[in-house]
């Protein structure tokens, strides 16, 4: 008997259901994930690829700027502990204009808008070739509010 794209899509929609159970989503995730399932149409069949492969790169995306947030706050408070003892001086005027001029920022204040430019760009460099309307999207989101 063959497979048509309904089933496809009931099959796809089951799937990302149990990942989505097996990760312990709460219920506004699994309405998303239903209502994705019900929208994605022909490109049904790929929903459970596309959604794992985003899943996976908004989670390593999440875990990889924990890292750099990491990197970043234990060396401020090691240079702080060294200029509160007495070892050194951090001039932090320069340090701020300097770090201003690197990121190419005005001030060093991050607006909401800053924010979903970032998201924005970074969406679009993840999902250049892939059809409209897969799962990566929904699975790069899930994967990154989860990682």
Known sequence: MKE???DSAEQAL????????????GNAELSALEGLGNTVGNSAGNLSLEFGLGFASGYAAK????GVCLAIGGTFAVLQGLAHSGYIEI???????????ALGARDAAVTSAAVRALWDRFQGVMTTGLPPGTGFVPG??????KG
């Open 63 to 66: 875990k990889g700027m924990k």
């Open 140 to 145: 790069l989101w899930v994967g990154f509010t």
């Open 91 to 101: 001039d932090h005027t320069k340090l701020r204009g300097d770090l201003e001029k």
């Open 14 to 25: 089951k799937m990302a259901a149990e990942l989505a159970k097996s990760m312990s989503l």
């Open 4 to 6: 048509t794209t309904a």
